[in-house]
């Protein structure tokens, strides 16, 4: 058979995509992609090898240098090589990881998966564990298996009589969660009137003195929600203090740790996440901190009765014998699904334990090496202090009008298109809000990047005077 063009000039652009310099930032306007992409469907077929050649030619000029070094906005991650080859066999095999039988060797590379997985966060190792999209959908589905076990414990079966008859949920969460986990809430059935937002801390997290008293005022199914690395702060919860509580009320905690779970790999960050193992659920990203390619996320659900009972899509045509391996259509909402298991194999298995350790501690390091950088600079101000990957950053409150100064920062930081940074509004005021996660990413870069904001800051401080002065 001879190799389909297609796929040969794909494959090699691919292996060349990173290896040139290209710009971190969208070199086309909405306007100019949608004159690219928005073009009439032609009448006849078009040869694939021109179509892959006219998708590259569409793309590039609105592709985000999200797999850069240099790349800090979001906390995203780069997409690691051998996870992309993996990803890109993944596709060759067009393999529909529904149950076992459609894909015994999806199933088995997910099996794998799962236990690396539970032994690296050192979770309970009989939790049970669905291979998502991300954590916004692991949260949906942890949350799902909250949501009918609490109703359980009140004498409600939500599998036989839904949510029209059901006692009434509180959740409970800070008021600067992520709105992921509010997203998910929604999905599930829950409105404004069930969620109860605790009043947040100053790096964003739950206030546990007022859930004591909120958790107190009312009886009935009860759902808390904490986080492990704020997606500001980098800042964790309490979870000893979490766990105790939601024993006490009988209720089912659940953790988002999107990228903040990896920490637990790390001995040296032990203390942020002591009692953490005691939660009910955890949700977990695998393309950010273990660079696995999009999408990949982990729901992972001490119970596993309580996870499929939330979960489970079987019918009489979906094939099950005794001596099948993992059924995927158990743990996650899908059933005609890619087979994540495998990029997800490859990249445990290119890393290594010690990979995936040295990854996330250099990651600590280069991150707090930047704070201690920009500490230096005055006009400037770490506002946390780093625990994580985190820093943010904030103009002095001794400079006129600090948020426009912060803005002004960013946009002269981002002009000359060698790394690429975002604003966010944050406790009433605009931050630069720095992610230093992607593969790649080091003490090089994070001086790099220090550097580039010394540089900026100054630019954008003479401008402050001249305004002043006119």
């Known amino acids: 058979m001879t190799s389909n063009p297609s796929m040969v000039r794909a494959a090699n652009y691919g292996q060349t995509y990173r290896q040139k310099a290209r710009p971190l930032h969208p070199t086309a306007t909405a306007k100019e992609l949608r004159q690219r992409f928005c073009i009439p469907l032609p009448e006849a077929p078009t040869p694939g090898e021109t179509v892959i050649e006219q998708l590259i030619q569409a793309a590039e000029p609105g592709l985000v240098g999200s797999t850069d070094p240099n790349f800090h906005a979001w906390v995203m991650g780069g997409s690691n090589p051998v996870g992309v080859a993996a990803d890109w066999l993944t596709s060759v095999w067009g393999q529909n990881a529904a149950i076992f039988q459609t894909s015994p060797a999806a199933a088995i590379a997910e099996e794998a998966v799962v236990g690396w997985l539970l032994e690296m966060l050192d979770l309970p190792r009989k939790s049970s564990v669905g291979l998502v999209t991300g954590a916004t959908m692991a949260g949906f589905v942890a949350l799902a298996a909250a949501r009918t076990t609490v109703l359980a ?4 079966d939500f599998e036989r009589d839904g ?10 969460l800070s008021d600067d969660t992520h709105v992921s986990n509010l997203t998910a809430l929604r999905h599930l059935g829950f409105g404004e009137a069930n969620i109860v937002r605790i009043p947040s801390e100053a790096n964003g997290l739950i206030n546990t003195g007022v859930l004591c008293t909120e958790l107190a005022k009312t009886d009935g199914p009860k759902i808390i929600i904490a986080t ?3 997606i500001n702060s980098g800042g964790f919860e309490n979870f000893e203090a979490l766990a105790d509580l939601a024993n006490q009320y009988n209720g089912w905690l659940h953790i988002d740790g999107a990228f903040g779970l990896w920490a637990r790999v790390l001995p040296e960050k032990d203390h942020l996440t002591r009692g953490l193992d005691r939660a009910d659920s955890w949700s977990v990203d695998g393309h950010k901190w273990l660079q696995i390619p999009y999408d990949s996320g982990f729901a992972i659900v001490k119970d596993e009765k309580s ?3 939330a979960m489970d899509i079987s019918a009489g045509y979906l094939n ?22 495998f990029a997800a194999w490859a990249v445990f298995q290119a890393l290594g334990k010690r990979g995936i350790r040295e990854l996330v501690a250099g990651h600590c390091r280069s991150a707090q090496a930047v704070a201690n950088l920009i500490e230096q600079i005055p006009g400037l101000d770490v506002a946390r202090p780093v625990d994580l990957n985190q820093v943010i950053l904030t103009a002095c409150d001794d400079v006129e009008n600090p948020c426009a100064a912060t803005e002004l920062l960013a946009q002269e930081l981002n002009v000359a298109h060698d790394v690429f940074v975002k ?12 992610s230093l996660i992607t593969q790649g990413t080091d003490d090089q870069h994070a001086k790099r990047l220090a550097q580039s904001i010394r540089i900026a800051w100054e630019k954008v401080s003479q401008g402050l005077v001249r305004s002043a002065n006119v």
């Open 153 to 156: 414990r009140f004498g409600h």
């Open 163 to 172: 949510l029209q008859s059901a006692p009434f949920v509180r959740i409970y």
């Open 228 to 230: 492990a690395g704020h």
């Open 307 to 309: 996870h499929k009972r």
């Open 320 to 341: 099950q014998s005794e001596n099948d391996g993992r059924n995927p259509t158990e743990f996650n909402p899908e059933l005609s699904r890619r087979a994540r298991g």
């Open 423 to 434: 604003t966010a509004e944050w406790k009433g005021r605009v931050v630069l809000r720095l």
